[in-house]
């Protein structure tokens, strides 16, 4: 059994419900900022020297060192959640260091672990309802949008749904310790346990789905989604905004 | 395999992110059709007019099923050795509920997982949306498409699991190694019977699930039938044929790329591999806006003559 992406992800949520006051930003503002680091740290070339790439990368990090104290969100859980990215960063920068160009490996490796982690400030600083809502506004698809809210609101009780599954399946089949005995014939039955959880969890969301559906059109759905309303876009939003573009651009283009 | 940002250079994901709007767009549009009119159902003007005024009851099903790829993928499957693996699910969504619907699913899964769950990189969105939702939906449902009736059809299904995981992850090691990410030859040796290994397991999953669901209720799989056919195979041949030549080419001049890394940008050659990866991916673009045209004039001329 993996772990559910509930079990992690709950902090996140937790923190995305601050009042901080980057938490008051606009998602809109946050995004948008998000893309401009994001765009200038992939375009920072890494042919010059150690120093100045210590330098530049140090002055990104600082940058969200202070998004992260802004919103008020606890450090070291935060860089710990950010290093999940690692595992794969680590196999492709050993790949690098192997090739002979040891910079380019850690390169490749802050270069991964500052997107996470700039990525990972937005989603925990601001509730993902709203932050699908900003994506609209970058002209997601709308049926796209509301698709991805249904997966939001449904994710961790399907996901729930399929730790039942799987308990009750190994409840009915007994231990799995005993695998070794008859390792062969075992397997092949677990395996179609296995297959058969996944068809009833398709069964269950399907039927969920219908059910889903009914109880909408019981409570009035004329088959048509409200749009938000459209929020205020404030000045303290510009603000944020032109304040961390500029900071990024410079770091970008100063060091 | 989410390629996280600050792995492909800018020109790659800037080029597969733009690639990836017209291809979103049309399996979003596809998906419309799809599941009120299930495959080549001639609709008229009046069930036009109706589907129009249900509104968008798929939706609902669509996040659902989302939320279901993510508890498969939970569930773990003993493949012998003491390890275990998972579906990926494509193949399965796209046997299951049509290719155009599994691709939107799929791409509202990705976007979830990059923005929300940091699984996948932003930048590189476009290009995890090509590999995944895109490529390896539709080359996971060609299979199935062409063998899906008779007797081949389970060896059809596991051809689809097999392609399916097989394309992404070719797409993504091209994409990777188009970027300038170095490849020694004995990791790609290694990652290539990795994807081998993957490949075998999704094909059996997706035939042990797909079988599973089907003695719940045979209605739920949908029975293969032409459904744009040609256009199809065409853009999921293209896809994998563009996946097996950059894997040939980076494959068969290792060393170069190597080299080229070490002091990147500067050899000619690099360069050279960089523009045949964007070529390629530029004709797959085209087809992909090809495809969305052509599907628009069709809508079009059918709305016409309502």
Same mark, same amino acid.
Request: proline share 5%; glycine share 10%; charged share 10%.
């Given at each position: 059994m993996r772990h559910a992406p509930g079990f992690q992800h709950a902090n996140v949520e937790g923190w995305s419900r601050?009042?901080?006051?980057?938490?008051?930003?606009?998602?809109r503002a946050k995004l948008g900022a998000l893309l401009v680091f994001l765009t200038a740290l992939a375009t920072t070339s890494d042919r010059v020297s150690w120093i100045h790439d210590t330098w530049i990368y +140090?002055?990104?990090?600082?940058?969200?060192?202070?998004?992260?104290?802004?919103?008020?969100?606890?450090?070291?859980?935060?860089?710990?959640?950010?290093?999940?990215?690692?595992?794969?960063?680590?196999?492709?920068?050993?790949?690098?260091?192997?090739?002979?160009?040891?910079?380019?490996?850690?390169?490749?490796?802050?270069?991964?672990?500052?997107?996470?982690?700039?990525?990972?400030?937005?989603?925990a600083s601001t509730p993902w309802v709203r932050l699908l809502d900003a994506l609209a506004t970058l002209h997601v698809p709308r049926p796209l949008i509301l698709v991805i809210q249904f997966l939001g609101r449904y994710l961790f009780v399907v996901t729930d749904q399929a730790a039942q599954v799987m308990l009750a399946a190994q409840s009915r089949q007994g231990a799995s310790?005993?695998?070794?005995?008859?390792?062969?014939?075992? +397997?092949?039955?677990?395996?179609?346990?296995?297959?058969?959880?996944? +068809?009833?969890?398709?069964?269950?969301?399907?039927?969920?789905?219908? +059910?889903?559906?009914?109880?909408?059109?019981?409570r009035g759905f004329t088959g048509y989604y409200p749009a938000p309303a459209p929020r205020p876009f404030h000045a303290r939003d510009a603000a944020f905004l032109s304040l961390s573009v500029a900071a990024t651009l410079a770091v970008r283009l100063a060091l | 395999?989410?390629?996280?940002?600050?792995?492909?250079?800018?020109?790659?994901?800037?080029?597969?992110?733009?690639a990836a709007v017209p291809a979103v767009a049309w399996a979003a549009r596809q998906a419309q059709n799809d599941l009120e009119h299930p495959a080549g159902a001639k609709s008229r003007a009046g069930e036009d007019r109706q589907r129009e005024a249900q509104g968008d009851r798929r939706i609902p099903l669509l996040g659902v099923m989302g939320a279901f790829v993510f508890a498969a993928q939970m569930v773990n499957f003993p493949v012998g050795l003491g390890t275990s693996g998972h579906l990926v699910g494509g193949a399965l969504l796209a046997i299951? !509920? $049509?290719?155009?619907? #599994?691709?939107?699913?799929?791409?509202?899964?990705?976007?979830?997982?990059?923005?929300?769950?940091?699984?996948? &990189?932003?930048?590189?969105? $476009?290009?995890?949306?090509?590999?995944?939702?895109?490529?390896?939906?539709?080359? &996971?449902?060609?299979p199935y498409h062409l063998w899906g009736r008779g007797r081949t059809r389970s060896a059809a299904i596991f051809l689809g699991g097999f392609v399916s995981v097989t394309v992404s992850a070719c797409m993504a090691m091209t994409e990777l190694l188009t970027s300038g990410v170095p490849m020694p030859r004995r990791l790609l040796l290694i990652s290539g019977l990795l994807f081998l290994a993957n490949g075998l397991i999704e094909g059996a999953i997706t035939v042990a699930a797909v079988r599973a669901i089907e003695r719940m209720n045979p209605g739920w799989v949908r029975a293969a039938e032409p459904v744009h056919a040609r256009m199809m195979i065409v853009?999921?041949?293209?896809? #994998?044929?563009?996946?097996?030549?950059?894997?040939?080419?980076?494959?068969?001049?290792?060393?170069?790329?190597?080299?080229?890394?070490?002091?990147?940008?500067?050899?000619?050659?690099?360069?050279?591999?960089?523009?045949?990866?964007?070529?390629?991916?530029?004709?797959?673009?085209? &087809?992909? !806006?090809?495809?969305?045209?052509?599907?628009?004039?069709?809508?079009?001329?059918?709305? $016409?003559?309502?």
């Open positions: 601050g009042t901080s006051p980057l938490h008051a930003v606009d998602p +140090g002055a990104y990090f600082v940058l969200l060192l202070a998004a992260i104290a802004i919103a008020r969100l606890p450090l070291l859980p935060m860089l710990g959640r950010a290093t999940l990215v690692l595992p794969f960063s680590t196999v492709f920068a050993l790949a690098t260091w192997w090739a002979g160009n040891p910079r380019g490996a850690l390169v490749l490796a802050a270069k991964s672990f500052l997107s996470v982690l700039a990525t990972l400030i937005l989603a310790r005993h695998q070794r005995l008859d390792p062969c014939k075992n +397997g092949a039955r677990r395996f179609q346990a296995a297959a058969g959880a996944v +068809g009833v969890l398709f069964a269950r969301s399907w039927e969920r789905a219908d +059910g889903i559906y009914r109880a909408m059109l019981a | 395999m989410h390629i996280p940002d600050g792995f492909l250079s800018p020109a790659v994901w800037a080029t597969l992110d733009v299951a !509920l $049509g290719p155009a619907t #599994a691709a939107t699913v799929m791409t509202a899964v990705l976007i979830l997982q990059a923005f929300i769950l940091q699984d996948g &990189g932003v930048m590189a969105l $476009g290009a995890n949306i090509l590999n995944m939702a895109i490529a390896g939906v539709l080359a &996971g449902y060609l853009t999921a041949l293209a896809a #994998a044929a563009l996946a097996c030549v950059g894997l040939a080419l980076s494959s068969a001049a290792p060393d170069a790329i190597q080299s080229a890394l070490s002091i990147r940008g500067a050899p000619p050659g690099w360069l050279n591999k960089a523009a045949l990866g964007l070529a390629g991916m530029g004709i797959l673009y085209a &087809g992909l !806006l090809l495809v969305a045209r052509r599907f628009a004039r069709h809508r079009l001329a059918r709305q $016409g003559s309502a």
